[in-house]
């Protein structure tokens, strides 16, 4: 089916570790971001991509790295976990060529626990 | 920068009727769109209205409706005949309309409780 897919959907690491969350979609959609949600803050962007090999920064992106070698992939990075990252991750597409109103489809989620 | 407020961290309301959830932003921008998002327990994203700021006539979406008010920077969401299925968070969010502006600003998000 056509969507957004985040893996895995619940993670338990250690700090220090390195962790990798995935998130492919099946739209070709140029844009993709990923958010972290905490209570009390929403969601933050963390990194966004507008198309493969293009990416910037979003509001909180210490400690975090992506890579869009592929249109449909967009994984982040957390290169050494501490328990500031413990939070619920979400990816998002969308698409500005169908039209400029076009909301943002998000994936389900992960859930990072770091201890 | 764009800032968007949630000021009701919480609310319920009784199965059946209307309930109105709060958001303001702070832009300098005149062209932008805003959107509410419903998370239910199951942590999915889900649109439910979104609103063009060029246009004066508020959105609907059969028991979703908004108050738009441009001048006072204030969108908030009208929920009619409740449903238990309403309950959930609803996120606020913001971005520029400008192509290629893709980045949404959240609110803080409200709690909906439906009572029965």
């Known amino acids: 089916d056509a969507g957004i897919t985040q893996s895995p959907r619940y993670k338990i690491t250690e700090t220090g570790r390195q962790v990798t969350l995935m998130c492919h979609q099946t739209?070709?959609?140029?844009?993709m971001f990923w958010y972290r949600q905490d209570l009390g803050h929403g969601l933050r962007l963390i990194y966004y991509s507008a198309a493969a090999d293009i990416t910037d920064k979003g509001e909180v992106p210490d400690g975090y790295v992506v890579s869009r070698s592929k249109t449909e992939n967009f994984p982040l990075t957390l290169e050494s976990a501490t328990r500031s990252q413990t939070s619920v991750y979400f990816c998002?597409?969308?698409?500005?060529?169908?039209?400029?109103?076009?909301?943002?489809?998000f994936g389900d989620g992960t859930r990072l626990s770091i201890l | 920068a764009q800032t968007v407020t949630q000021s009701q961290p919480e609310m319920s309301v009784q199965e059946a009727e209307t309930v109105t959830l709060s958001c303001t932003y702070d832009t300098s921008e005149s062209d932008y769109y805003l959107f509410w998002y419903k998370q239910p327990p199951s942590r999915q994203m889900i649109l439910v209205i979104r609103?063009?700021?060029?246009?004066?006539q508020n959105a609907t979406e059969n028991r979703f409706s908004v108050n738009f008010q441009k001048a006072a920077k204030s969108f908030s969401l009208k929920i009619s005949d409740s449903q238990l299925g309403d309950a959930a968070m609803y996120f606020c969010a913001y971005r520029l309309s400008n192509f290629g502006n893709e980045k949404l600003t959240f609110g803080t998000g409200t709690r909906l409780t439906i009572i029965p």
């Open positions: 739209w070709s959609h140029s844009y």
């Open positions: 609103q063009e700021a060029y246009k004066q």
């Open positions: 998002a597409s969308s698409d500005p060529g169908t039209a400029s109103n076009q909301p943002q489809h």
